[in-house]
């Protein structure tokens, strides 16, 4: 007889249970006459009831209840697909559904321990477009000096904090301000969540997650609202005190190589921010002690997953 270690039921258990709050949430969002059911009646929730999602989905109103109340059952692709339809999924809320059923969803992505050398030359190489390297959980790789001239000085950031959601939603440093910070925090969270679909039993994921929560109410409040996104290449505006405003399109370079990372370049959308960048990234240091080409400087830049 075999047994199954502990961790790996316990992830088993979260994943169910990931699962069944992200289908009631789907399914509360959407208005019953959207799918063809008479609005009328006293419903208790908002949205559709279970038995309209299985009766949309042709599934039993039974295994549709088991699965929202994360019962340990089993469930096909086909099964499952027939449930997104159902529930209007796009590709990004699809993807994260399969994940959360332990089912793959496209290709799978392996996992690299460290960055080669060549990443921060290319990063270095963009200047004076800022560029940072990210994982899945938003933790900062690597990153050029443009992003601490323009964004945010990460080197004076320890490298326990060096996490983007961390830095968007408790810490105070950024240089710039944005003027979709609004958007941009949701769709952050939403990308994370979809995310944090295969990492439920991992401690690392756990520990940022809580640690979000106890730290900042918006992040519990975007959390709650259970969205996932596919990371944003949105135009982006910032405000730089003595710049006033740059357009910035990102664009995301997918290192596939070295598992599921991407580098974001920060690109000048016109040519009045591709002067106010040059001029930013040009100009002298505030306080010339700070350090600036000394010896060792660009392997700060750099830090080992995590």
Known sequence: MTTVPAATDTTATARRRELGVFLRSRRERIRPDEVGFAPGGRRRTPGLRREEVALLAGVGVTWYTWLEQGRDINVSAQVLDAIASALRFDRQERSHLFRLAGLRFGPAQGVCSALPPSV??????????????LNERYDILAFNEAYCRVVLDLE???????????????????KCSFVDAEMTKHHMVAAFRAASADHLGDALWQDL???????????AELWERYDVAAPSTRTKMLEIDGYGLLRIEPINLWLSQLGPLRATVYTALDEETEDKLRQIVDAPPADPADGAGQPGRDQERQQSFR
């Open 156 to 174: 004076t950031v320890p490298v326990e904090e060096r996490n983007m959601l961390w830095l968007n939603f408790v810490s105070d440093g950024w």
């Open 209 to 219: 997650i809580q640690g979000l929560l106890g730290s900042s109410p918006y992040f």
């Open 120 to 133: 921060q030359k290319t990063l270095d190489a963009v200047t004076p477009y800022p560029a940072v390297v």
